[in-house]
């Protein structure tokens, strides 16, 4: 995400939490795979870009320090 790849994850766990619209696509099954990937190929991704701005809103130093010091 941070390099502006858009992302495909399986729609579980962690990827649920981090990957958010802009980002990619979330599957829960094979046809969605595959139409995933299919829009990829095909172009669409240029409608997935905000992926460094997720990054950087949950992932950075700055924002697990807030996060860190809200929880004390």
Known sequence: ??????IIADN???PRESVGN???????SKKDWKDSMWKILSGEKKNLNKGREQVFGKFSF???SSDFVEGI
């Open 1 to 6: 995400m941070y390099s502006g790849v858009p």
């Open 12 to 14: 579980s766990g962690g």
């Open 62 to 64: 700055e924002k697990f």
């Open 22 to 28: 802009g980002c990619g696509f979330l599957c829960s």
